[in-house]
C-alpha cells in the first residue's frame, strides 16, 4: 500500500479510553471485512477466496474449499506459495470436536548433508541456500492435499481442482504484490525462458498493473495432476522435468526423494487462554509453540489495563517476544530428527519463570537472555481460512519460502521451485533469509524438515465450537503478528477488524530491537521506550493476517488491509 495514514480508534477497554495506531479503516474497510451468517473465507487472493465460497456453495465441505483455494492460490500467488512447496493444515472438526495438524513441508534431498553451505574454510555461502537448484527441497503441497482430501473430501478431486485449472488458462490481471515480486527477482526470472515469457512482456519488461497473466504450462501440469492424483507430480513426466531441472542446474534432488515424500499428520500444540482452547501447529513449525509462550507469559500482567499500544504493554510485550525467539533458536528442530521439548516449552512451570524473567523494567540485553530450566520430559507465504456453517474451520499457510522461491521453473511445468533449504540453520549461529538466528537442532540433514514459522492457528470455545481461525504470511514475523492479533482480540477486546489493523511491533532475539511497523505510535510512546533502553526500528513486518471471528452469532472474516486480499461470506 502506497500511502498509510495515522487513524486514531477509539476503544473502551476495562473502563479506560485507548488511542490505537492502526491503518485507515474508510474505504478499506469496505474491502477487507465481511459479515456472513453461514460461511467465510479470507484469503490474500480475490481468486482463492471466490473458489473457496464456490465449492461450498456447491455442496462441497470445508475439506473440498481448501483444497481448492490451496490449487487457486498456487496460481494467483507464484511469488508466495504454489505446487513446487509446501506448507501446513489446521484443521477443527466441530463433530469429532477434534483438532487436527497436517505438515506437508518440504523435506531436505536424501544427498543434503551439514556442510553443504559452506565453503572450505567453514564460511556460509547463503546465496547457494536462497537462489538456485541447491536451495530447492522437495515439495510436498500436492502430496498433502491429495492425501487430506482423499481422507476428508466429499467432491471429485478433478471438480475441485477445476477452478485453480481455468484461472492458470485464463488468467488474472497483474495486482501490485506481484508486480513488486517480479521487478525484485527479475534479476532471476529473467533467466529461465519460460518465466520470462509468462512474467514479462514481448520486450522482457514488467507488465503494467491490469495486463493478463496467463501460465498455460501450469493449467497443464494440473490438469495432469487432477487426472493422475498425485501421481501426476510425483511420478512421470513432471517428476522427470522437476529432477531434470535440478541436476542441469546442478542441484541434487532426485526421483526417489520425490516418490519417498510422505505427509505427516501430527498433535497440534494447544493451551488454555481466556476461557478458550487455542490449537496451533506443532514443529517443525516453531510458530505454534512460541504464539502460546507469548500469550501465556503476558497473560499474568492483565495487559488491559495499561491499553494495547501503552508503553507498559509494548515494552512486556517485546519482552515476551524476546524470551519466545530465545527458545527458537536453542530447541526447535524437525521432531523426527531431534529431540523437541514441545511439552516443557508450553508447560505451567516454565511459562512461569518466563513470565517472572520480563518481570523488569527496563529494556533486557539479549545477551542477558540466558537459558531456562526446562520441566524433564520422555519463512514470503500465504495463508487463508475458512468457517463453514457446520462449526468446521481451517486454517493454512503455504510457501514457497522467498519471493519466486529458487527463481527455476522446472522446464515445461510451469512450476516455480521453492528455495526452502534456507529455512535450515547452514552453521550453528547463522542467519537465514528472515534473520532468524540458527541453532544445531536445526541443521541441514537428508529428509529433514527445516524449521518454520507458519503458524495456522484455531480457536475452541469451551461448548467446542470453533470461533477464530487466523494465519499469516511474513517469515519469523507471523509468529508474533499471529500472537498480537489474539491479544488484541481476547486480552484487549478488540472487534476483529480493529485487532487486525493496529500496528503491531516485532522482536526476534537477534537482532535486539523492537521494530515497529507503520504508523508507528506516538511520539512521546516511542520516547519512553528508548528511555528503557529499547532500540527502535520503524520498518514494515510483511504480514498479511487472514482471520475469521464469531461476533454476535455471525462470522465476521477480515483480510488485513495492508495487503489485497478479500474477505466474503454467505
Not at 22 to 36: F, S, T, Y
Not at 295 to 303: A, F, Q, V
Not at 355 to 365: K, L, R
Not at 371 to 399: C, R
Request: one cysteine or more.
Amino acid at each position: 500500500m502506497k500511502s498509510i495514514v495515522f487513524a486514531l480508534l477509539t476503544l473502551v477497554s476495562c473502563a479506560h479510553e485507548v488511542r490505537i495506531a492502526a491503518l485507515p479503516i474508510g474505504e478499506l474497510r469496505k474491502d477487507h471485512e465481511a459479515v456472513a451468517p453461514q460461511v467465510m473465507v479470507t484469503s490474500q487472493g480475490k481468486a482463492t477466496s471466490a473458489s473457496a465460497l464456490e465449492i461450498l456453495a456447491r455442496e462441497g465441505n470445508i475439506i473440498d474449499a481448501f483444497v481448492a483455494a490451496s490449487f487457486v492460490v498456487s496460481v494467483e500467488r507464484p511469488q508466495s506459495t504454489g505446487i513446487g512447496g509446501g506448507g501446513f493444515l489446521v484443521f477443527y472438526s466441530k463433530k469429532e470436536n477434534k483438532a487436527y495438524a497436517f505438515d506437508f513441508r518440504e523435506v531436505a534431498p536424501i544427498l543434503a548433508y551439514k556442510k553443504m553451505y559452506l565453503d572450505k574454510e567453514g564460511r556460509p555461502q547463503t546465496i547457494l541456500s536462497q537462489e538456485g537448484a541447491l536451495s530447492v527441497a522437495v515439495p510436498g503441497l500436492v502430496a498433502g492435499l491429495y492425501e487430506i482430501h482423499k481422507k476428508f473430501g466429499k467432491l471429485k478431486w478433478e471438480d475441485v481442482m477445476a477452478p485453480a485449472i481455468d484461472l492458470a488458462e485464463n488468467g488474472f490481471p497483474l495486482y501490485p504484490h506481484l508486480k513488486e515480486a517480479i521487478h525484485e527477482r527479475s534479476h532471476l526470472l529473467r533467466l529461465d525462458p519460460e518465466l520470462l515469457k509468462i512474467f514479462f512482456t514481448d520486450k522482457g519488461e514488467v507488465p503494467h498493473l491490469g495486463q493478463t497473466i496467463k501460465q498455460p504450462q501450469m493449467a497443464e501440469t494440473l490438469k495432469l495432476i487432477a487426472l493422475k492424483g498425485r501421481d501426476g507430480f510425483y511420478k512421470g513426466r513432471v517428476a522427470n522435468s522437476i529432477t531434470q531441472t535440478i541436476r542441469r542446474h546442478k542441484g541434487v534432488m532426485s526421483l526417489r526423494d520425490l516418490r519417498s515424500y510422505e505427509m505427516k499428520e501430527r498433535t497440534p500444540v494447544k493451551t488454555m487462554y481466556k476461557g478458550n482452547k487455542i490449537f496451533t501447529m506443532p514443529p517443525p513449525s516453531s510458530g505454534g509453540i512460541h504464539v502460546l509462550q507469548i500469550l501465556k507469559i503476558l497473560e499474568p500482567y492483565k495487559l488491559s489495563k495499561y491499553g494495547p499500544q501503552s508503553v507498559e504493554a509494548i515494552h512486556k510485550t517485546a519482552l515476551a517476544m524476546q524470551r519466545a525467539f530465545k527458545d527458537r533458536a536453542e530447541y526447535l528442530g524437525d521432531p523426527d530428527f531431534v529431540s523437541v521439548p514441545t511439552a516443557g516449552l508450553i508447560s505451567p512451570e516454565y511459562l512461569k519463570q518466563m513470565s517472572e524473567f520480563i518481570n523488569s523494567d527496563s529494556a533486557i540485553p539479549s545477551q542477558d537472555v540466558k537459558k531456562a530450566n526446562l520441566p524433564y520430559e520422555s519463512s514470503e507465504t500465504t495463508h487463508f481460512t475458512i468457517a463453514d456453517s457446520e462449526g468446521n474451520m481451517v486454517a493454512s499457510t503455504q510457501t514457497i519460502n522467498g519471493w519466486f522461491g529458487s527463481g527455476l521453473s522446472a522446464k515445461g511445468t510451469g512450476i516455480i521451485l521453492n528455495n526452502e533449504m534456507d529455512d535450515f540453520a547452514q552453521k550453528e549461529g547463522t542467519q537465514n533469509l528472515f534473520g532468524a538466528l540458527g541453532g544445531n537442532k536445526n541443521l541441514v540433514e537428508a529428509k529433514k524438515r527445516p524449521l518454520s514459522s507458519m503458524t495456522p492457528t484455531i480457536v475452541v470455545a469451551p461448548n467446542g465450537e470453533a470461533v477464530m481461525g487466523l494465519g499469516s504470511p511474513s517469515g519469523t514475523r507471523i509468529i508474533n503478528c499471529v500472537a498480537q492479533t489474539l491479544l488484541n482480540t481476547y486480552e484487549y477486546q478488540m472487534p476483529l477488524y480493529e485487532a487486525v489493523a493496529a500496528t503491531r511491533i516485532h522482536h526476534q532475539f537477534v537482532p535486539d530491537e523492537i521494530r515497529i511497523e507503520s504508523p508507528y505510535f506516538p511520539e512521546s510512546v516511542e520516547k519512553e521506550l528508548k528511555e528503557k533502553g529499547h532500540t527502535i526500528v520503524h520498518k514494515e513486518l510483511g504480514c498479511s493476517i487472514q482471520a475469521i471471528k464469531k461476533e454476535n452469532g455471525q462470522w465476521v472474516g477480515v483480510s488485513d488491509p495492508r495487503g489485497a486480499g478479500l474477505a466474503e461470506g454467505f
